[in-house]
């Protein structure tokens, strides 16, 4: 069957684009990122489409949060009802169903048999900033530790935790104290690992034998802050029983497990959350990019144990706003009885086709993910594995202008984090466009 898309009309950016991006540049705060200049006019499943007609297939989903795609039916069903009846009334303080179904919902899909509580937000970094407020409130203890790589959000607490690139960072100090950065379980990049023939996890068990020996009392530990696959640090998969050895550590001192699933959750990886493949349960689990299928919303889930601070101690004027709750219920729905038996397969797709790519091309150093979630990271040299940024750099801009939407992630890998409502004909199409982009680029 033959789709309408890809479809390239005019070179992008386009006269209609470029005026749009011309205006942004010039009124938005120049601390945007960008990373190319594409300008939406409308979305539906995993299809672009930009101001001056030109058809894209995504394989970003706005940065892993368009999970059903572009204007679900069901969805935009929710949302456009929901808007109907009222905007807002402050969930911090009143009452109304869909904040308590979201709650429930949520507190029943997260792994582990303890019960749980529910702190809705408006984003990703919101719960985090929580999270932290909420381990330092309940342990009474001060310190955190997070991992080189990691990605929390961009607000003081969050950014305290993030270490994946440092001008997010440069200029900001002072952080929050009693932050420790430990390495993250990158097999690719191990520094312990290095010259050994198998993965001995010292990456946790240098946790116990050089921070908390040498540098950290692990009493004074409230929460250790973990990534089941580190997101912008460059989809990174660490090692098979990883989580399980990051549970084990955190029980033997009390220190609180927190999952930032802002990327990972909501399916992506081919289960509601990735930590579920190890049989992990964490004490904290956040939530926010795909929960709302784009409408913000976030969510703090912790165990009823943990999360019995005093009314006051925290709240939220916007968060668990009432048409995100119908946002975030619809796309639960969607994703648990619709999408989630399909994702492992297509990833399996994906990820197999990305290892052809890796079989032909030498800069393609390792292939990694789960479900649709997948990393792809360049090298100049396999034996030396120096990190080769320009390549996924100018790969990502070349697929664009053949109607792929692809992004980066660390320092020299591909995200694959396509919508969740993509077919086979899809994978094949972004692994045909990236091979030959590829192909181009290597001639
Ligand atoms: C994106 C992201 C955040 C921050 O979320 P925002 O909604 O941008 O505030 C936090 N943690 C992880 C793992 C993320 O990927």
Redesign the pocket.
């Known amino acids: 069957m033959k789709r309408d898309y890809p479809r390239i009309v005019v070179p992008p950016p386009g006269p209609k684009a470029r005026a749009v991006v011309e205006r942004q540049n010039r009124w938005a705060s120049t601390s945007y990122p960008k990373e190319y200049p594409l300008v939406v006019a409308r979305g539906a499943g995993a299809v672009v489409e930009d101001v001056d007609g030109n058809r894209y297939l995504d394989f970003m989903a706005g940065?892993?949060v368009a999970s059903t795609g572009y204007g679900h039916p069901q969805v935009v069903r929710a949302v456009q009802e929901a808007a109907g009846r009222f905007f807002h009334i402050c969930g911090s303080d009143f009452y109304y169903e869909s904040f308590a179904a979201l709650c429930e919902r949520l507190a029943a899909l997260a792994p582990g048999p303890s019960k749980k509580r529910v702190f809705l937000t408006n984003?990703?970094?919101?719960?985090?900033e929580g999270a932290i407020k909420l381990a330092r409130h309940s342990t009474g203890r001060p310190a955190l530790i997070a991992f080189t790589g990691a990605?929390?959000?961009?607000t003081m607490g969050?950014l305290s935790l993030t270490a994946s690139k440092a001008v997010q960072r440069a200029g900001f100090a002072p952080f929050l104290p009693e932050v420790y950065h430990v390495p993250y379980g990158y097999r690719y990049r191990c520094d312990f690992c290095r010259g050994e023939p198998a993965c001995t996890m010292r990456c946790v068990s240098s946790i116990e034998d050089d921070l908390f020996a040498k540098r950290l009392d692990p009493r004074d530990v409230a929460a250790i802050f973990v990534?089941p696959i580190q997101?912008?640090g460059g989809y990174v998969v660490p090692p098979p029983g990883y989580l399980k050895a990051l549970r084990e550590l955190c029980d033997r001192y009390g220190i609180l497990l927190v999952c930032?699933?802002?990327?990972?959750g909501i399916g992506r990886t081919g289960r509601m959350f990735a930590c579920e493949y190890e049989g992990i349960e964490p004490d904290i689990l956040?939530a926010?990019?795909g929960l709302g299928s784009g409408m913000?919303i976030?969510a703090i889930i912790a165990k009823e144990s943990i999360m019995k601070w005093q009314p006051g101690a925290h709240g939220s004027t916007f968060g668990g706003n009432p048409v995100c709750c119908a946002a975030a219920l619809a796309t639960l729905d969607v994703v648990e009885r619709e999408l989630l038996p399909k994702v492992a397969p297509l990833g399996e797709r994906l990820l197999a086709g990305a290892q052809r790519l890796q079989q032909k091309y030498p800069p393609i150093g390792e292939v990694r993910g789960r479900g649709l979630m997948i990393g792809v990271e360049f090298v100049k040299d396999r034996k030396t594995r120096e990190p080769a940024p320009e390549i996924p750099h100018e790969l990502v801009e070349r697929a664009f202008k053949r109607g792929l939407l692809l992004l980066g992630a660390g320092k020299s890998s591909l995200r694959l984090a396509p919508p969740l409502v993509i077919d086979e004909y899809d994978v094949d199409t972004a692994l045909g466009i990236i091979d030959a982009c590829l192909r181009e680029m290597t001639d």
């Open positions: 940065i892993a984003s990703g970094t919101e719960a985090v990605f929390h959000g961009r969050g990534e997101g912008e930032d699933e802002v990327q990972s956040l926010a990019k913000p976030g």
